[in-house]
């Protein structure tokens, strides 16, 4: 009778876990069966000059031509474009799209895994491709995105996510961009929710950066075991590390204030490693050090308060038109509280930005090209060119205006549904409204 009481307990746990997290019910889009040509919309290539009254030939999931008064195949299906635009796929460059569903039930979140050092964690593998999040986020033009594992100091390995796909192998474009740091905080904090003193904490930074340093130096014995054939035995931990320090792969290092930036850049020039901030709030603090090393900024939203109480209230806002301005590489990520669930918001970062200084061509190619290129796939997507993949969105307006809607995306050629949630929800309480007339 026990056994069976157990039986009974795991089996309604495993129902009550599938009713909080439940598949969305969008179908994949359909592997593309001829060529295709979007015709008379404005076409934005990001990486050139836009093409009004353009055309867009694609097939096999892949860009042919891009011009005006193209010849088209006679098995070509057309799709007027007329007074509408045509973007690449927006990309968000840091989420955890598709590892968290709902940040506050902890059975949908496998951000990471526990313990400080977890670099063979890689986040494709634990990414849910029926997310409800996906469609939601994918219905605002959104169709890439960075998701990252987010536990521990070394938090583990990214990957670049298309967002469509039956299997994590569809919708993993490429694994292992990058090994992800969080750096820890230079300076003490006095808040009402800090537990430790200065001293406690300044102690636990040192050790952090200690143990940091150890981790490396124990990686890179490793390698060099490794490459002599000295060492048979795989550590996939620092097996990974391997890459790291072959420079295949850059750390990205969560880092906002200013002694953390530093810090972090020190750290990767002594190490000989590739290095990307992401969060970058003091980056302007900063500008001569990350010209110098020649470091990318992920900045982390810009839908963010001032750090500090003397800072102007439109710090967040004008970052990136600072970074422009000094020559720093960066892109713009929804990256913030909530997570994956507010990535659809990303192009109302980009747009205010522009709103406070950045022109607006370059707030579209901060969620678009500039992101391709930080992350080193900018040969794959970000732009809309002859043999780049037929990733890319129509839009009744441009891409970035809140009152714009997305009429039709495509997935390396799959026409993808731009159903959701939100939209059936929608539905659903007009339709109620209307039985209430």
């Avoid at 098995?75 to 690449?88: C, D, L, R």
Wanted: aromatic share 6%; with cysteine.
């Amino acid at each position: 009778m026990s056994q069976k009481r157990t039986l009974v307990f795991i089996l309604v746990s495993v129902l009550a876990l599938c009713a909080k997290a439940p598949a969305n019910p969008e179908i994949p889009g359909s592997r593309q069966s001829g060529p295709i040509a979007i015709i008379g919309g404005t076409i934005h290539r990001v990486s050139g000059e836009s093409i009004p009254n353009g055309v867009v030939l694609f097939d096999n999931g892949k860009i042919v031509k891009v011009g005006t008064d193209l010849e088209l195949p006679d098995n070509v299906k057309v799709i007027e474009a007329n007074g509408k635009h045509i973007y690449p796929g927006l990309i968000d460059a840091f989420s955890n799209i598709g590892l968290v569903e709902i940040n506050a039930v902890r059975a949908t979140d496998d951000r990471g895994e526990v313990g400080l050092f977890n670099p063979n964690v890689k986040a494709e593998i634990a990414v849910n491709p029926d997310s409800e999040i996906i469609p939601v986020t994918r219905s605002n033009g959104v169709l890439m995105c960075l998701t990252v594992p987010y536990r521990g100091l070394i938090t583990g390995q990214s990957a670049f996510l298309q967002l469509d796909g039956w299997t994590t192998e569809d919708i993993a474009l490429q694994t292992s961009i990058g090994m992800h740091i969080r750096w820890p905080a230079m300076a003490p904090v006095s808040d009402w929710f800090v537990s430790k003193s200065a001293k406690e904490q300044i102690a636990e930074r040192d050790k952090r950066l200690r143990q940091l340093e150890d981790y490396f130096e124990r990686a890179r014995r490793y390698d060099e075991g490794r490459t002599a054939d000295e060492i048979t035995q795989v550590d996939l931990r620092l097996e990974a590390m391997r890459k790291v320090l072959s420079k295949e792969v850059p750390i990205i290092v969560t880092a906002n204030g200013i002694q953390e930036i530093q810090s972090a850049v020190a750290f990767a020039s002594l190490q000989d490693v590739k290095l990307v901030i992401f969060g970058g709030h003091d980056a302007p603090y900063c500008i001569d050090l990350l010209r110098k090393h020649n470091i990318p900024v992920i900045i982390g939203g810009v839908y963010r308060l001032p750090r500090r109480s003397d800072d102007a209230f439109d710090s967040s806002y004008t970052l990136c038109e600072t970074l422009r301005k000094a020559g720093v590489q960066y892109c713009i990520a929804s990256f913030g509280r909530f997570g994956g669930s507010m990535a659809r918001n990303l192009p109302y970062h980009a747009a205010t930005a522009s709103a406070y200084g950045l022109p607006l061509s370059e707030a579209v190619k901060a969620v678009t090209l500039y992101p391709a290129q930080i992350l080193g796939i900018d040969d794959r997507v970000g732009s809309i060119a002859p043999g780049m993949d037929a990733t890319l969105v129509i839009a009744d307006g441009h891409i970035l205006d809140t009152l714009s809607n997305v009429e039709a995306a495509f997935i390396q050629g799959r026409r993808v549904s731009l159903n959701d949630r939100h939209k059936r929800l929608f539905r659903k309480y007009e339709e109620r409204i209307n039985r209430l007339k």
